[in-house]
Nanobody, 122 residues
Framework: QVHLVESGGGSVQAGGSLRLSCVAS????????MGWFRQAPGKEREGVAA???????TYYADSVKGRFTISQHNVNTFHLQMNSLKPEDTGMYYC????????????????WGQGTQVTVSS
């Protein structure tokens, strides 16, 4: 069992920055990848960024490349640095984790945090 808690959401004007944080507890040592997803009103949830725990390899959705950076702070804490924010980045952001041996694809994550709201105004 893995428990995830996100923080750092808020409201910012276009062009601004926010840093989201995710802390994993429970069986965090079995986490293979950590990821961030978002869901805007009326839209499907989409993967934003992901990182392999410990290894540092990352990948991103095309829409955020060059603006967002995912990183690992320590053994169970991850960040999503969001720069040059746009109104279309608005949504609920979720931290996610997949465990070793459970992945079925680059955006296949089985554990989810409660979400943190990001609102970008024009």
């Amino acid at each position: 069992q893995v428990h995830l808690v996100e923080s750092g959401g808020g409201s910012v004007q276009a062009g601004g920055s926010l840093r989201l944080s995710c802390v994993a507890s429970g069986s965090w040592y079995n986490i293979h990848r950590m990821g961030w997803f978002r869901q805007a009103p009326g839209k499907e949830r989409e993967g934003v960024a992901a990182i392999y725990r410990g290894g540092g390899s990352t990948y991103y959705a095309d829409s955020v490349k060059g603006r967002f950076t995912i990183s690992q702070h320590n053994v169970n804490t991850f960040h999503l640095q969001m720069n040059s924010l746009k109104p279309e980045d608005t949504g609920m952001y979720y931290c996610a984790a997949d465990l070793i041996g459970s992945s079925r694809g680059p955006w296949d994550f089985g554990y989810w945090g409660q979400g943190t709201q990001v609102t970008v105004s024009s």
